[in-house]
């Protein structure tokens, strides 16, 4: 007979027994420095899509057949739902052990202590440029090391603006030069094409607007460094050709979701990272698409960077740091892995795999614009402040309600600082 | 509680057999709690647990990965500063306002034509009734935004006459009677609830009404509402708290973002996104206790009305 107590004391015996063995389990299993029969497991995972997935796979099965010891296994999710599934990981403490991860959430991580600091974990960092490297740094510590780098660049699709009869942009232009292509381009084509997205909604093409105005985004103490009154003068730009064909409409972009207009040929040109070439050609079907450098009304001054376009990270808690520096170092260094990538992740950061890899059409492409503006880079920019994920798709949202005239300019601008003065605040 | 009242009324029956009745009781009872536990312990690990730490959450800052800081009804106190937040409760209740009644009259008139005795009922009772069960899946908002979007389906009949309104999906405007219909659409659930309801009239009721020359809408008014009131008031209460929870139809038709210009922007959606995109767990959590406690005063006020037009059988009313 089972009495209630007799059974309520069974169960809980049972719990905490499966709980015991199971604890025991792991702890077997990921002792020791792993052999070849009984290998070290290291999980990894990242954001992307097929594609990257495919190459991802590619590398990570190399690297298990030169390592025998160690067991690579990786998991990948889209951009939207990978920060949601870190954040819930971090908060139960299972952060795999290496993640591929992005500038935007570095501090965040880093300062809340889940990231492990790779500066004496012999990694080979002779291959990367001084400047760059600062871009991993939070606190004076090496957290994420870039696998690649990504620089601005407006996109043009040379058939589409011969079709129209405008001539192509040479990348040395002002602000009104750039909004007078926009104007030709939506006029031009009696309704086809779009000129091109707002650029006043990018948050980076406003951080470079900035740059060449000599403001900082951010202080050193996590303070916005630029006034009210700079961002109302930013989306202000615009606000003639908001309405016009230079700009497509918001409500045309949100029906194309998740597809970009530019990728869905609804634009002659698009403001974004140079990476973003295969995808887009991919995405529109068209042979050809060129990248010129954004616009300025200082011709020496085009505030352009370049950026860290991932990192890898180890998480702190790992159990295996040593297989698992070595899987970054191998990612981050090797020519192989630069063979399979190309410039999928942006041109490799890293000398040694930069030089291993053969880089051909649009790759090549890709490289050639970033040699193109190398005389006008300025430093990469350091981890933004806690919470830019926020600001950034806060940045985004208000600007897309500029377009669709449900609000002022001014009205745009109180909104976006009250959140984020809200967010500077939480994450004091 | 309900197991010791039971025996006590019990046991006055038969003083000679206390002992062994209760005993036996006793091992029933035992019984009784062995085969609860399951799902006893499932309330109390995976929803009493939860909400009491939730509530415990709300009143501090929590992001997820530092423990959580003690602000008391800071959180609260902030949602009505919150522009966003407002803008969430407003769509929400108008969805609600709006899209409930609709949703209960598509399902009463329905339930109404599916009464009549006609050939191949039994089929149509099924085939209105699909659309229930596939509604509320992911698949069904991805074809939703697809018929209503840019050149769909929908955009291209009212093109044809003469309605150009372009896609609805992009139009912060239409984007709430979208979302109406998509809802409308799902009439099935209180469909059926009607259905039953209809079935339980007395048909002698309609005989003596019509020997008294009423009409259609007589019959309808006098008979039909009134016998029909507690399925509607059950509908109703059922419908409205269902529709305050929407979620995974405005997630996918926006993309996770509530847009376009926030008009989808449906409490639960800006929940989640205050919960795990802006990871604050505290905020979003005062929001969760906020939506518990309206929803509560909702139902109890739907209750209090109740007694002026809900007729129960055998009432004097």
């Known amino acids: 007979m089972i009495s209630r107590r007799n059974f309520i004391t069974t169960i809980a015996t049972g719990v905490a027994a499966t709980a015991l063995l199971s604890a025991c389990g792991k702890s077997g299993s990921e002792a020791g420095g792993g052999t070849a029969e009984n290998p070290t497991v290291v999980n990894y995972t990242w ?23 160690i067991k690579v296994v990786g998991t990948f999710s889209d951009w939207a739902g990978y920060w949601q599934k870190r954040a819930t990981e971090a908060a139960g403490g299972g952060l795999p052990d290496v993640m591929q991860w992005d500038l935007s959430y570095l501090r965040d991580y880093a300062q809340r202590n889940q990231l492990l600091d790779l500066s004496e974990a012999g990694i080979d960092l002779s291959g990367f440029e001084k400047t760059l490297l600062p871009s991993g740094k939070v606190n004076d510590k090496q957290f994420g090391i870039p696998t690649s780098t990504n620089a601005f660049a407006v996109y043009y699709d040379p058939a589409k603006l011969k079709e129209i009869g405008v001539a192509e942009p040479t990348g040395k232009w002002t602000y009104a030069e750039y909004q007078q292509f926009l104007t030709d381009a939506g006029t031009k084509s009696n309704g086809k094409y779009y000129g091109s997205t707002d650029f006043t909604g990018i948050w980076w093409q406003f951080n470079i607007w900035l740059r060449q105005n000599k403001i900082t985004d951010f202080t050193p103490e996590g303070k916005l460094g630029f006034a009210k009154a700079d961002l109302a003068k930013w989306w202000n730009l615009n606000a003639d050709l908001r309405g016009t064909p230079a700009i497509i409409p918001s409500d045309k972009i949100t029906q194309l979701l998740p597809k970009s207009p530019f990728g869905s040929n609804k634009t002659v040109s698009e403001p974004t990272w140079d990476n973003f070439m295969a995808g887009y050609i991919g995405d529109s079907g068209v042979a050809e698409l060129k990248m010129v450098a954004v616009p300025s009304d200082d011709p020496e001054n085009l505030g352009l960077f370049l950026k860290p376009s991932m990192l890898m990270v180890a998480s702190a808690k790992t159990k295996n740091k040593d297989a698992s520096t070595k899987f970054i170092d191998f990612m981050v260094n090797s020519p192989e892995v630069g063979e399979i990538f190309k410039t999928s992740r942006g041109v490799p950061a890293s000398k040694q795999q930069r030089e291993g890899t053969t880089f051909e059409g649009v790759d090549a492409q890709v490289v050639a614009y ?3 503006i190398a005389d006008y880079l300025s430093d990469a920019p350091e981890p933004p402040i806690v919470g830019f994920g926020t600001l950034e798709s806060e940045f985004l949202r208000i600007q897309e309600e500029l377009n669709y005239g449900k609000v002022t300019v001014d009205q745009a601008v109180d909104q976006w600082f009250t959140s984020a003065e809200d967010v500077i605040k939480q994450n004091a | 509680m309900t197991q010791t009242s039971a025996p006590a009324r019990r046991a006055k029956s038969g003083p000679p057999l206390r002992n062994e009745k209760s005993k036996q009781r006793r091992a029933e009872a035992r019984t009784g709690y062995a085969f ?11 929803t009493a647990g939860p909400m009491i730490s939730s509530l415990y959450l709300s009143f501090t800052n929590y992001n997820l990965f530092e423990a959580p800081k003690w602000i008391g009804f800071d ?6 500063q919150d ?14 306002v709006f899209g409930t009644p609709t949703k209960l009259l598509a399902a009463l008139a329905i339930a109404m034509l599916l009464n009549s005795k006609r050939r191949g009922q039994g089929f149509y009772r099924s085939a209105f009734y699909v659309p229930s069960l596939i509604g509320a899946s992911v698949s069904i908002a991805i074809v939703w935004k697809a018929m209503f979007g840019d050149a769909g389906p929908v955009d291209q009949i009212l093109s044809f006459f003469g309605i150009g309104i372009g896609g609805w999906v992009g139009n912060p405007n239409m984007t709430m009677p ?17 259905l039953a309801g209809l079935k339980q009239v007395p048909a002698e009721l309609y005989e003596a009404a019509e020997m008294d020359g009423a009409g259609w809408a007589k019959k309808f008014t006098s008979i039909t509402l009134p016998m029909l009131s507690p399925v509607i008031f059950f509908n109703l209460l059922m419908e409205t708290i269902h529709a305050f929870q929407i979620f995974a139809s405005a997630f996918i038709i926006s993309n996770g973002s509530g847009g376009p210009a926030g008009s989808t922007m449906f409490y639960t959606l800006y929940l989640y996104l205050r919960g795990f995109g802006d990871f604050r767990m505290g905020y979003a959590s005062a929001m969760a206790w906020l939506l518990l406690i309206a929803i509560g005063i909702i139902t109890l006020i739907f209750f209090k009305t109740s ?4 007729h129960y059988s055998g009432d004097e009313k």
Do not use: H
Request: charged content about 15%.
């Open chain 1, 47 to 69: 954001w992307g899509n097929d594609d990257r997935a495919e190459r991802t796979n590619k590398a990570i099965a190399l690297f298990n057949e030169k390592n025998p010891t």
């Open chain 1, 370 to 372: 970033e040699e193109s």
């Open chain 2, 36 to 46: 609860l536990l399951p799902w006893l312990l499932g309330f109390i690990v995976l």
């Open chain 2, 75 to 80: 959180n609260y106190a902030n949602l009505f």
């Open chain 2, 83 to 96: 522009d966003r937040f407002i803008q969430s409760v407003k769509v929400t209740l108008t969805y609600v």
């Open chain 2, 178 to 194: 979208m979302m109406i219909l998509l809802t409308v659409w799902q009439f099935g659930a209180p469909m059926i609830i009607f």
């Open chain 2, 307 to 310: 007694n002026n037009w809900v």
